[in-house]
């Protein structure tokens, strides 16, 4: 008679290999908390547009991942388009592109958007291609150290530092990284302009 040694191993019982995928589950949750719950408070965070104060820029449910980082480790420029807390209501987040740096006048005066600061005693104006209505209020507004200028791109129907004041720099999450949804406008840095 043959001798069958597979018969005398005694089988993993179900209860065990239960235990032992479940521990393994265990661990692969923690390592990607240990991962993700970092990098969703200090690095990068979702966004999603609410209005249509960036039109044409960014339509209203448009989903975003913001920069958080940039701005710890880097200086805001203009043109950037930022997510903030909104000064009037800090639970609230609105999202705007920064306009006048520190230390700048901002004028504004028949559409036209003239900035002077050191660099430019003089002023210089503002080119903006991702305006399409250029008809607003004509005042100047002066920043100062760790404070910006910032207004929507649907200039109009905007409530911005023209309405509510100087953004100081403390109340800035970050730069608007990634546009996700919709699928058909997915883009890097999206909204940048730079002058």
């Known amino acids: 008679m043959e001798n069958n040694k597979n018969e005398n191993v005694p089988n993993k019982s179900k209860f065990k290999e239960f235990l032992e995928n479940g521990w393994d589950l265990v661990k692969f ?12 408070m200090w690095i990068a965070q979702p966004f999603v547009v609410s209005g249509e104060s960036m039109f044409p820029t960014f339509d209203n449910g448009q989903y975003l991942i913001v920069d958080e980082i940039s701005y710890i480790l880097g200086k805001a420029h203009r043109g950037d388009v930022v997510i903030f807390k909104y000064p009037g209501d800090t639970k609230r987040y609105f999202i705007k592109r920064i306009i006048g740096l520190p230390n700048e006048k901002i004028t504004i005066n028949n559409g036209e958007v003239t900035i002077t600061n050191k660099e430019h005693p003089e002023g210089f104006k503002m080119v903006e291609p991702y305006i399409n209505e250029k008809i607003f209020t ?19 129907r905007s409530s911005d530092s023209r309405a509510w004041g100087i953004l100081p720099k403390k109340l800035m999450v ?11 406008t997915v883009s890097f840095l999206p909204g940048e302009y730079n002058q």
């Open 138 to 156: 004509g005042e100047e507004y002066t920043t100062k150290d760790d404070e910006y200028f910032v207004m929507g791109d649907n200039r109009n």
């Open 174 to 184: 970050g730069r608007a990284f990634l546009r996700l949804l919709p699928f058909n």
């Open 29 to 40: 949750a923690v390592m990607a908390l240990v991962i993700v719950i970092p990098i969703r």
